[in-house]
């Protein structure tokens, strides 16, 4: 047995603890669950690694050493603690509480989450959430953010990621922008008749391109020249002020397609799905609340996954 093994000497110290107030090898299996020449292999063993003697054994009965009374003693404290350990996580994670900080961009904030949580706040009363509303990247670190809700391809990063959705994206314009510049036939005319509305990253500065994709083709056009913003909620309230053909995600355009505010340019030319992503720092794995809130986040997101409307 190799006693460097956590599990295995957990189960040395709980069979010795066992023997020593059983009185017997027989007894103490029975209470284990263990074939006796396990247990007596399980004390011989942990006896090799101390390098000492802690149980005498005679034919009827085994009587525990100075040093197996004093290594009994505290391995009752020890695994009292662990006890006590496991029986808070179990209570922490049948009711999670405290501070949790979640940082998210800002249309899936205020379309999707917000809506949704006054269900996460009856399900967890307890818990204090922060909610960061940004498209800006976010210091996990430095900021103490337990996790963060993003979209887009993923890049090299130590986070793990848990994919909750795809989203929709679609092309439109205002009615007004249309009336005075017309429906473009090609994506290509975007970039030439056309004013585009950009969204450009915090990151980098970069402004993404306009995707579109049809029977296999994909053409990307430039959305620089106009004017751009760097946050997903003002891209909207620019694209419903006119200032030109946008894509953006469907779920924060539908009512304003519904109502006839905005119209959708090239619908027959689709945009590559945006998935989105719960990530979180290895380290917090076991967040209690952490792991609540991307469990309900999970439910929460399939109800605009593109993949099962």
Same mark, same amino acid.
């Given at each position: 047995?190799?006693?460097?093994?956590?599990?295995?000497?957990?189960?040395?110290?709980?069979?010795?603890?066992?023997?020593? %107030?059983?009185?017997?090898?027989?007894?103490?299996?029975?209470?284990?669950?263990? #074939?006796?020449?396990?247990?007596?292999?399980?004390?011989?063993?942990? =006896?090799?690694?101390?390098?000492?003697?802690?149980?005498?054994?005679?034919?009827?009965?085994?009587?525990?050493?100075?040093?197996?009374?004093?290594?009994?003693?505290?391995?009752?404290?020890?695994?009292?603690?662990?006890?006590?350990?496991?029986?808070?996580?179990?209570?922490?994670?049948?009711?999670?509480?405290?501070?949790?900080?979640?940082?998210?961009?800002?249309?899936?904030?205020?379309?999707?989450?917000?809506?949704?949580?006054?269900?996460?706040?009856?399900?967890?009363?307890?818990? %204090?959430?922060?909610? !960061?509303?940004?498209?800006? #990247?976010?210091?996990?670190?430095?900021?103490?953010?337990?996790?963060?809700?993003?979209?887009?391809?993923?890049?090299?990063?130590?986070?793990?990621?848990?994919? $909750?959705?795809? $989203?929709?994206?679609?092309?439109?314009? *205002?009615?007004?922008?249309?009336?005075? *510049?017309?429906?473009?036939? *090609?994506?290509?005319?975007? +970039?030439?008749? *056309?004013?585009?509305?950009?969204?450009?990253?915090?990151?980098? !500065? @970069?402004?993404?391109?306009?995707?579109? %994709?049809?029977?296999?083709?994909?053409?990307?056009?430039?959305?620089?020249?106009?004017?751009?913003?760097?946050?997903?909620?003002?891209?909207?309230?620019?694209?419903?002020?006119?200032? !030109?053909?946008?894509?953006?995600?469907?779920?924060?355009?539908? @009512?304003? $397609?519904?109502?006839? %505010?905005?119209?959708?340019?090239? #619908?027959?030319?689709?945009?590559?799905?945006?998935?989105?992503?719960?990530?979180? #720092?290895?380290?917090?794995?076991?967040?209690?609340? +952490?792991?609540?809130?991307?469990?309900?986040?999970?439910?929460?997101?399939? =109800?605009?996954?593109?993949?099962?409307?």
């Amino acid at each position: 047995m190799d006693m460097h093994n956590r599990m295995d000497h957990l189960l040395a110290l709980r069979t010795f603890v066992r023997i020593a %107030e059983a009185g017997n090898f027989t007894r103490a299996a029975d209470q284990l669950g263990l #074939p006796r020449s396990t247990v007596s292999k399980i004390i011989q063993d942990l =006896e090799e690694h101390l390098g000492t003697r802690l149980i005498h054994r005679t034919t009827r009965r085994i009587t525990v050493t100075p040093e197996g009374a004093q290594y009994h003693e505290r391995a009752l404290r020890l695994l009292a603690e662990l006890e006590d350990m496991d029986a808070e996580a179990r209570r922490t994670r049948a009711m999670p509480k405290g501070r949790l900080r979640v940082d998210v961009g800002s249309s899936i904030a205020n379309l999707i989450l917000i809506p949704a949580l006054p269900g996460f706040q009856a399900a967890y009363p307890d818990i %204090e959430l922060r909610l !960061g509303v940004s498209d800006r #990247p976010a210091d996990m670190v430095g900021e103490g953010i337990d996790c963060v809700i993003r979209g887009g391809e993923l890049a090299e990063t130590s986070l793990i990621a848990r994919k $909750l959705c795809e $989203l929709d994206f679609i092309t439109c314009a *205002h009615r007004d922008y249309i009336a005075r *510049h017309g429906l473009p036939a *090609h994506p290509r005319e975007l +970039a030439q008749d *056309h004013r585009l509305l950009g969204y450009f990253s915090s990151l980098s !500065g @970069r402004t993404i391109p306009l995707r579109f %994709e049809r029977d296999g083709e994909r053409i990307e056009i430039g959305a620089d020249g106009g004017t751009a913003v760097n946050e997903s909620t003002a891209h909207v309230t620019a694209l419903l002020a006119g200032l !030109g053909v946008a894509q953006s995600f469907r779920f924060a355009l539908q @009512r304003h $397609l519904d109502s006839g %505010e905005l119209v959708q340019v090239l #619908p027959e030319w689709s945009q590559p799905a945006h998935p989105l992503y719960v990530m979180y #720092p290895p380290n917090r794995n076991l967040n209690a609340k +952490a792991r609540v809130f991307v469990d309900w986040a999970v439910k929460v997101f399939a =109800e605009v996954d593109t993949r099962r409307i």
